[in-house]
């Protein structure tokens, strides 16, 4: 082998080797794009995701303050009703009472059947604007009703943000594994923290 033999050899294997660099920059600027996207895609759903547990957290605050206000309502309701219930019933023993006088005994019967009526009002009172609505009104039922609504939407809203807690979590990982595989160069840790992302996005 002569001497300009030689050195098309050694010229070609470092054309080969200024090849191969530039191949292996190219895929690890590749590498480097498409984990920036798979950082930015879960960073942008983490933020939406922030305000909807924000909005969960809120509405179970909300309907949870609700409930108890309705409930106090209701306990009130039921302690001036029993009052009027052991009125009428003094009431009721006085008019069977022999010896009363007729005038009085009217009397009598008269705030009884007044006592009775509130007793049935405490009892059932729905809004007139909204007869259907089991909800409206300020009766025992209608309070009764209208706090366990209360309480079945604070659990719904407890449940989203039990649920974007989890994806926020999910989320922050993919990011996390995301920005690894950019100094790792590794392709198998991008594929995870896509995956991640996307299982985050399906629970926000």
Known sequence: ???????????????????????????????????????????????????????????????????????????????RQTIYKLQADTLAREIAAPGAAPDR????EGDLAKYKKTVARYEDEPDPAAPGDATKGEGKKQLQA??????????????KNDSFDFAKMVLQLSIVLGS?????????????AGGLGVVGAILT
Not at 105 to 108: D, N, S
């Open 1 to 79: 082998m002569d001497v300009n033999e030689v050195s098309d050899t050694i010229k070609e294997a470092v054309e080969a080797e200024h090849e191969i660099d530039k191949a292996e920059a190219k895929a690890s600027e590749r590498h480097r794009h498409r984990a920036a996207l798979a950082i930015a895609v879960p960073a942008a759903v983490l933020a939406v995701g922030e305000l909807g547990g924000d909005k969960a957290k809120d509405a179970m605050i909300h309907n949870n303050i609700e409930a108890s206000d309705t409930w106090n309502f209701y306990q009130a309701k039921n302690i």
């Open 105 to 108: 005994k009217a009397a009598l």
């Open 146 to 159: 209208r706090a366990k609504s209360y309480q079945a939407a604070r659990e719904i809203a407890e449940k």
């Open 180 to 192: 690894v595989s950019i100094l790792a160069t590794s392709r198998p840790l991008l594929w995870l």
